[in-house]
């Protein structure tokens, strides 16, 4: 299911990205989590195209730059872990190329590691 962005939510420490991984999981709806930095070509291109609102009521994705959480995996492993016990986060030990897309369905996070697969996910 290919999914159009409306609106990009930068995560900037941390903290936030617990809280905001635990929001979600209490909404009980998918949530889109970008990893990405700065100078990678594949990142700044999707930054790019990301950064351009689209129609209102589609996903958010939740954009989260390497430098600003430097254990990224480690941190949503260990949100999801302390809000939903039960959520299998094996998929999530390998740190892969980034561009990184991880969703997080009810049950079960999934990796998307490729940029045309991301690209696809994401609508751009």
């Known amino acids: 299911m290919t999914v159009t962005v409306s ?6 420490t941390s903290r936030h990205l617990a809280e905001v991984v635990k929001s979600n ?3 009980k709806c998918k949530s889109y989590y ?4 700065e ?3 594949a990142c700044q291109t ?11 009521d589609q996903a958010q994705v939740n954009v989260i730059n390497t430098f600003d959480v430097p254990n990224v995996l480690d941190t ?3 949100a999801i872990k302390s809000n939903k016990e039960t959520i299998s986060t094996a998929c999530l030990s390998d740190f892969a190329n980034l561009p990184m897309l991880v969703v997080l369905h009810r049950s079960f996070p999934r990796v998307v590691g490729y940029n045309g697969s991301i690209a696809a996910e994401l609508g751009v």
């Open 76 to 78: 949503l492993r260990s």
């Open 46 to 56: 999707f930054n790019a195209l990301l950064d351009t609102p689209l129609v209102e």
């Open 39 to 41: 100078w990678d070509k």
């Open 25 to 27: 999981i209490e909404a």
């Open 34 to 37: 970008l990893i990405t930095n």
């Open 7 to 12: 609106r990009l939510y930068p995560i900037k």
